[in-house]
């Protein structure tokens, strides 16, 4: 299976911040790479998929670059609704795997 | 709006089965592939099961093959996973998503229900 590792596991932030969260592959994955936001209590929900395209809805502050087997998602701007936990998603082939997570709070 | 709701969460027996069931609406169910995801208390998230829109092609993670069935009624707009010999690592929150992307080879999950809890325990 392939490993999904995210850093940092909690970062601490203001508002108004730029924040980077990257997430690394055990093995190559080309493009196949999407994140998602989840508040405690709620489901996830897609931000980005294919590395760098913004899912319908999404705020343009979220970016996110990345191939092979290392990525980043950046916040350029972070507002109160953006705290919250952070998931990288491979599906270069099943199963599919998830980073760990990391947990944006506020600071 | 895209909407999933998942129902048949509960407390049950180790060694025992339970059948979550997950309605669609306001899309095409029969026309997408439908996955299980779950999260252990505090965990992070780990992918159940996947089936296509004609129930030809499943998958499963190897934690749950053999004991866990993923399957569809789109006669009913409804996702289905049956769960038998349950463990105390079976243990999560049950959510069903909709492949809303794919490479392919496997999906990106575009929309999730709410999730139904489903506790293990004596």
């Known amino acids: 299976d392939i490993q999904m590792t995210q850093s940092p596991s909690t970062l601490s932030a203001s508002v108004g911040d730029r924040v980077t969260i990257t997430c690394r592959a055990s093995q190559s994955i080309n493009s196949w790479l999407a994140w998602h936001q989840q508040k405690p209590g709620k489901a996830p929900k897609l931000l980005i998929y294919k590395a760098s395209s913004l899912q319908s809805g999404v705020p343009s502050r979220f970016s996110a670059s990345g191939s092979e087997t290392e990525f980043t998602l950046t916040i350029s701007s972070l507002q109160p609704d953006d705290f919250a936990t952070y998931y990288c998603?491979?599906?270069?082939?099943?199963?599919?795997?998830f980073g760990q997570g990391t947990r944006l709070e506020i600071k | 709006q895209v909407h999933l709701v998942e129902s048949g969460g509960g407390v049950v027996q180790p060694g025992r089965s339970l059948r979550l069931s997950c309605a669609a609406s306001?899309?095409?169910?029969s026309n997408w592939i439908m996955h299980w995801v779950r999260q252990a208390p505090g965990k992070g998230l780990e992918w159940v099961a996947g089936i296509s829109h004609d129930e030809k092609n499943k998958h499963y993670a190897a934690s749950v093959e053999g004991r866990f069935t993923i399957s569809r009624d789109n006669s009913k707009n409804t996702l289905y996973l049956e769960m038998d010999s349950l463990r105390s690592e079976d243990t999560a929150v049950y959510y069903c998503?909709?492949?809303?992307?794919?490479?392919?080879?496997?999906?990106?999950?575009?929309?999730w229900g709410q999730g139904t809890l489903v506790s293990v325990s004596s």
């Open positions: 306001e899309f095409s169910f």
């Open positions: 998503a909709r492949e809303g992307y794919s490479s392919g080879f496997a999906p990106c999950l575009d929309t």
């Open positions: 998603q491979q599906y270069n082939h099943y199963p599919v795997t």
